[in-house]
Every structure is written in C-alpha cells, then in structure tokens.
C-alpha cells in the first residue's frame, strides 16, 4: 500500500506564501502523475495543479501565475509552492498520486493524502 503524507499546512495574510510537501511512502516502483487538489467549506474539491513524471504542469486559471507545483522523482515528494494567497484560496489541500506502480507491471490507479489546512486572512 502506499500513504500520502501532507505537511505545510497553516495561517497566512493575504500576499502571502506557503510551501505544500507531500510525500508518499510503501512499496513505490514508480508515480505518473501528482496533483493538488483543494476543497472549501461547502464546495465540491477542485484539481489546483497537476505534474506528470516528466515535470510538465498544468494549473486551473484561479492559480496561474501564482501557484508552482514541483516533484521529485527520486524521492516520490510533490510540492506546491502558494505565492501572492488570497482568503479565496482558502481550504483543505490534498495531494492525489496517479497511477502507482508497485512493480513493472503491477499499479493502483491513484492514492489520496488526508489533506492539509490552509487559511489565508484578509
């Protein structure tokens, strides 16, 4: 099996920043993609950033410019860098692993972490 671990999480201004690690740990032989998600108080969870194995990304406009997300490989470790926060961007962050491969062959099509706190004040 394989466990997602979020750290990071905490209050900030609005302008703020604030660095999302997840870590994922078990019998790993390899992940294709990472992503964070995020979901607010009566809202349904919404994908914010999304990174294949090779280092390509993709983001919802509502982070564009603001948000970096990064991984690392060798570690099976994803990262969301949050810059510029808004009290919008407020919510329980989650870290998903896409397609875990447990050998060569074998894999379980995704895993989620247990979501991590963010709260930005105006």
């Known amino acids: 099996q394989v466990q997602l671990v979020e750290s990071g999480e905490g209050l900030v201004q609005a302008g703020g920043s604030l660095r999302l690690t997840c870590v994922a740990s078990?019998?790993?032989?390899?992940?294709?993609?990472m992503s964070w998600y995020r979901q607010a108080p009566g809202k349904e969870r919404e994908l914010v950033a999304d990174?294949?194995?090779?280092?390509?990304?993709t983001y919802a406009d509502f982070v564009k410019g603001r948000f970096t997300i990064s991984r690392d490989n060798a570690k099976n470790t994803v990262y969301l860098q949050m810059d510029s926060l808004r009290p919008e961007d407020t919510a329980v962050y989650y870290c998903?692993?896409?397609?875990?491969?447990?050998?060569?062959?074998?894999?379980?099509?995704?895993?989620w972490g247990q979501g991590t706190q963010v709260t930005v004040s105006s």
């Open positions: 998903r692993a896409g397609k875990i491969y447990y050998t060569s062959n074998h894999y379980a099509l995704y895993a």
């Open positions: 078990g019998t790993i032989y390899r992940i294709n993609d």
């Open positions: 990174i294949t194995r090779g280092g390509s990304a």
